[in-house]
């Protein structure tokens, strides 16, 4: 994937933008900090589509190279630990602006008009309320398998085989409403072997259809310790979400419970599990929280 937000988008390419100011910016006053940045970024940087001056330039394309700084020399690591998601601050901060700067020219009109300012005061609102990005407890144990998302679970269905499993699996689906928490989590630790973006259709993701005709990204995962179990994670598009986001590249390891993405604006998650050994822990209708929610449990018999 040329980025980890496939799809593009007016606000991606805004940021994108901003980007190549704040870099040339750098380069033409702050040269001293490139340089230091250069001595302490580890890994390499083939791959990347654009130059990489500092984290920062990593967002949209952590996925294309293997580029860190460590901790302490990071000075914009805090913005992780924000209750936001640093994915959304663009929509945030542009789609969030124009409600304000609407509300204000609402709020100047006369009574009762005055008051239709609310209404892009409160879009506002819930704009922020969709991307926040609460900490999760992760539930420890041998076997465990923990949501990819938030949401409500609207298909368990047992397929009678899946090519990348090789084997019998069951499909577990979950919608996300606008009101959910967007960010996808890890099933279980594992290590990535795949990944494949599909270009499609924006139609309601509670229709059936949708799992086929929507864009969506498929991630094909492999345990990282014996038996080493393969599992599918689909991030899919809604009528709302026409975003999908995924940092994750192949051959990257992730825990259990790591965010590793995030849909916005409503959307579907499908989690594809090997049916050998497989207890499922939910049931349609459940409400689940990704990283938190055990949906399902491998039986220890099937490990040895």
Known sequence: MGSVQPGGGVCYRVELAWGRLRRGYLRAFRPAYVRRMVQLRQGDLQGAPHAILDPRDLKYCGNRCQASWPPEADRFGWRARLPVARW???????????????????????????????VPVALSALLLVFFRDPPRRVPVGAGLVVAPADGTVVEITHLDDDPFIAGAA????????????HINRAPTRARVIQLEYQPGQFIN??????????????????????????????????????????????????????KFGMIKLGSRTELILPAKGLSVQVAEGAHVKAGTTVLARFEPADET
């Open 88 to 118: 959304g601050w663009a929509e945030l901060l542009l789609i969030g602006g124009l409600l304000w700067a609407v509300a204000l020219g609402l709020a100047w009109l006369p009574a009762p008009f005055g008051l239709s300012a609310l």
């Open 170 to 181: 069951v499909r577990i689906g979950i919608f996300l409403s606008i009101l959910d928490v």
């Open 205 to 258: 993701a509670l229709r059936a259809r949708s799992t086929v005709v929507n864009e969506a990204l498929r991630i094909a995962l492999e345990e990282d310790e014996p038996p080493y179990r393969r599992m599918v994670v689909r991030q899919i598009s809604g009528a709302i979400a026409r975003r999908i986001v995924c940092q994750l590249r192949p051959g990257q390891r992730i825990g259990r419970g790591a």
